[in-house]
Structures are given as C-alpha cells and as structure tokens.
DNA sequence: ACACCTTGTGTCCGCCGGACACACAAGTTA
DNA sequence: TAACTTGTGTGTCCGGCGGACACAAGGTGT
C-alpha cells in the first residue's frame, strides 16, 4: 500500500506533497469505521487491514491509537451499544422495566449483528456494557431478591438475548437452522418422531427465534420467585 | 517437519525405511487428537498444524480424511456430545425429565469446556447433536405445548445451558468477570449503585454463575404456560 | 510385471496480528 | 533562525493460520 511517490518527486508540485489535508486518526474514526465493516460484512470482515483499508492508511496507522485487536473491538462494542437506558421513568414496577430494558437492549443488538460474535470469550468490559447491567438489577432493586439473584436473573435474562440474536444470524442451533432441519428430517424423520411432529404442529407463530417466548417464560418465572418472597 | 532422508538413504536399511508401522490415519483418531488438544488447551489451539503434530503427521495428511477444518470441528463435537439420553424412563412428567436431561448436557458440555466456543456460528450439524434436541422436544409431548412453543422451550434451555458454560470457562460477561467487576465497582462505585448494592447483599449461595438460578426459573415459567393451558 | 489407487509429504499462497525501524511535519527551545 | 523533540503514518519482516496442488511410495488387482 502507498505508490512509489517516485513519479510524484519528478513531476508534483514538490513542495507539498507530502501528507494532503486528510482527516486525522482517531480512536473513534477507527471505531467507527470498523463497526460499518463489521455492520456490512460480519464480524470475521473485521481485520486490521480492512478497517486501515476503509480509512486510506496502513494498518500499523491504526497501532497508534489502539493497543491491539481486541482493544479496539472493546471501543467498537462500547460504541455500540449505546448509553445505557434510565428505566426509572418507567411505571408498573419491575416487570415492565425489565421488558423496556431487554427491548432497548435488543434494538441496539439488531442494529449490529456481530455484538454476539464480538463479546464472546475472555475480552474487555467498558463502562457502557457495565451500565446496561446496573440499569437491568436496579430494575429489581424492590423485588425482595438478594444480591446475587439479581444478577442471577439479569444474567439470564442478556443471555436470552445474545442467544436470540446469535441465533437470527447464524442458523447456529439445530433447531434454528431451518431450512437445514427440514432437510434432515426429510431424510432421517424416522430417527427424530418428536422433532417431526413438532414442526407439523406448529401454530403459525410468528418466527422470532424463540425471543418473546422465552422472555414471557423468564418473566413469569421470575415473577413465581418474587412473589413467593412477598 | 519430516527431516531430509539424505542420510538415511545412504546408511539407512534402503529396503523398508520409509513409513513404519505406524497406527493409521482415521477420522476418529484425528477427533480424538483435535478433541484432546481442546480439552487442554481450549479451542484456540485447535490448528490443524497443533492437531496434526499431536499426531505426528503433517497438517496435510489430516486432510486425506477431513474436508476442512469446519468439518474436523463438526466431528468433534459429535463425538463430544455423546450420545443423547433416553428420558421415556424417567418418572414425574416433563419437569424432572428436562432437568435430567439439563443436568446430563451440562455435564457433557462440563467435561468439554471448549463446546461453547465450538458451537457458535454457521456451522454443520451432526445427528447426535439433533438426538438431544429431539430428546427434549419428546419430553415436552404431553404437556399442551404446541410444536413452535416445544421448540422455543428447547431452545430457551440450552441457551441457559451454553450461556453459564461459557460464562464459566471465559469471564465473558460484565456481571460474571468476578475479580475484573470488584475492581471497576471499587474505582467507579459512584457510578453503578445497584451494582454495588447487588454485590454486597448476596446471601452467600454457591457461584455456579446462576445455573440452577436460571433453570428453576426458567422451568417455572414453563410450568406457568403448561398450567394454563390444562 | 505392471498399472492403479490410497495415503502421507513438501512447497507454495494469501491473510492474519503484531514488532520494529524509519520518514517527516509541527512545535519547542536556544 | 537552527537544532531538537514529539507525534503520526509507512514499509518490511516474522510466525502462524487454512488450504491448493504436485509428488512419492506403499499396497493391491490383473
């Protein structure tokens, strides 16, 4: 990358050549610019010669302003997801706040596709993502839950989340990968009954991957629990 | 690898020198090497270099038996699911036949820390794999569910499952970073009160990064629907 | 005896993350 | 004004990755 600037010596302007008027690094032009690769092209898409690609310099440019690969996939998830919501204004107690919460969250999770690929396995947590979770266990602050339960049930409740929202993007699951599926249990129905009989009774739900089911299930579980403490 | 043969040409026993009695190469015993390079080292030092040397041939010999690395993953973790369970044999109805069958995954995918990293993704789908979900849609059979509602059932608890197994192997996640999450609530408690608040009333429960949280409430949400629908 | 087929080897390619030395403009200080 | 420092982008190199491809050398069938 970058032409020989041999012609350019003989024949420019000589003088100032050199570094034109180009927007300077930064760690959120980097950011940025990775987050709309990763938005276009996936997670895997995402390499420090793409995102340098993407902002006309060389990829070491980038080793300016960001340690490493996964610093700036930390910057890019902390940009993601956005301010963490105030659910405080929100009525009706723990249970309508905690649907407002996993709405928001979950928007901003169907904006960028790749958050669940990029905040799996050891990484680096900001302040952003540390505000999502106070926000979801202040929400259960007057449940009677103990400490621990309260990061319990929001635990479960993001992993249903990331679980969702892997799954809309990758056909992950066995039992996400429809088209797959049905073309197993064409061939091997026999060795699946229960699996073949589900799909054929079906009662035309919307598909969702399972989303508003399984938050209903959490909620009301978690309302079985609250309630037995009060 | 493979040292010049120079030598052993010129001294060497000429007549049988080359390829010994060495085990040969299968699909299984490539599995098997993959599979414990996983278990020691974790998914990351799964190469096809790192596999192909615990077996001592070159990467490119595993390739007479794999297609691509893709599928050596696929038939690891066939292997490492075992097969599914029979639950017919279990008495109580649905509840104690899901929590079986929870607790035998959860094992499995215990004695295999790297299934999480493995399973996420586009990705190919073995029939043992297809075995469990069928396992336990057929133990939701009698409960009033329809088929989609069996399903997302299926799908909601072996999210649970993946999401506290890979918590437990990768501080993945803000509220399970443990030691990295007391350190951001003592230099920045002002600003997650809940947090705090949430860390010190724990009532001392085991940490098993909310399992059997998860599952109670999970299957009391479930038990919830199934009531309501008798 | 010979041809074929199976299975493992060696070499090459492009891409990855990253270390390191260098180029060069701008600001500071003498 | 001249010399020095500092900050930012470039070029080159490295080891490791998945994988394509040609080749070697057994065993086997005719």
Redesign the interface.
Known sequence: MGESRGAELLWGSRGKTARPQRLALTVDRIADAAIEVADAEGMAAVSMQHVAAQLEVTKMALYRHVASKAELVAVMIESAVGEPPDLTTVPGGWRPRLVRWADLMRAAWDRHPWL??A?????L?G?R???????A??AL?DTGL???????????L???I???Q??AT????????EK??RD?LRD?SH?????L???????G?ARD??WS??L??????????IDSRR
Do not use: C, K, Y
């Not at 009989?197 to 009662?203: F, L, P």
């Open positions: 669940p690929a905040t799996t396995g050891e990484r947590t302040p993502e540390v505000g999502w979770t106070e926000s266990v202040a602050a103990d400490g621990s339960e309260r990061m319990d049930a929001v635990f479960l993001s992993g249903h990331r679980n969702t892997s799954a990758a056909g992950t699951q066995p039992w996400t990968a797959h599926l197993i091997h060795r699946f009954p229960a699996l009989e589900a799909e054929g009774s079906t009662n739900s991957n399972g089911f399984g209903e299930r959490i909620l009301d579980g978690l309302a079985v629990l």
